[in-house]
């Protein structure tokens, strides 16, 4: 992978595998459950095949998509996030709870248990509870 | 703001005013406490003051930041966070956790209270717990 930015710190870095443009919506759209070529670029309106294959290669490489073949004859392959690219659907999470708030407030994320709507936050497993900003540190 | 992406949605929505390259880095840095833009710049290694200078205008003119003028003679201003900027914060949170744990692993978010590794989770307030991703719809 290329530096694209120079300084390190867990942010730039994440940034230099997801930041370019369309590779999140790819994500956002294999969680959504496409899994297939034809689906995935079906469903993103606007980009070309070539750019989506170097975004998927890419992603293979990182080790955030799988690339797994359900046909041999002709040779058909479907792209599968692996545990590392489940865990950056939050990322996508993050953008979506905030877009629909202020950006496209006829959509939000609900609790399909109550019906509210979802936030995503900071929270200690050890503690069972939600952290503020204030009480998370770099370490 | 132009359309960087012609397809509706909240993750779309909100790249196309926080994915563009740096932006989120900067976004970072104020949160972190710079506020003047000779200490933004300079804690963002290889970003151009012009650059800078464009994406603050962007971000103060969809009310992420806020101008705010500290000396009249010279002109200084320094950029703080709206509360619509604040809550961007869990998006790159989101990156610092999950840039953390597989790539920069020497780096930790810990909550002060315990020391223990923070995670970033969807959450229901009318729950007052952790909701599942399978169980986020969109409505």
Chains 1, 2 share one sequence.
């Not at 392959?77 to 692996?82: Q, S, V």
Request: aromatic fraction near 8%; proline fraction near 4%.
């Amino acid at each position: 992978m290329s530096r694209t930015y120079p300084m390190n710190g867990p942010v730039a870095r994440t940034l230099e595998l997801v930041g370019e443009r369309w590779t999140l919506l790819i994500l956002l759209e294999i969680l959504k459950g496409s899994h297939r070529f034809a689906d995935i670029n079906g469903s993103l309106v606007g980009i070309s095949p070539n750019l989506l294959s170097t975004r998927l290669k890419s992603l293979e490489e990182n080790g955030v998509v799988e690339r797994r073949f359900y046909s041999s004859h002709p040779p058909r392959a479907e792209y599968i996030l692996t545990s590392k690219g489940h865990e950056l659907g939050i990322v996508a999470g993050a953008l979506a709870v905030w877009g629909s708030k202020y950006l496209a407030d006829d959509i939000s994320l609900l609790h399909s248990r109550c019906g509210e709507r979802v936030d995503v936050i900071y929270y200690c497993d050890k503690c069972s509870g939600r952290v503020k900003r204030s009480q998370v540190k770099l370490s």
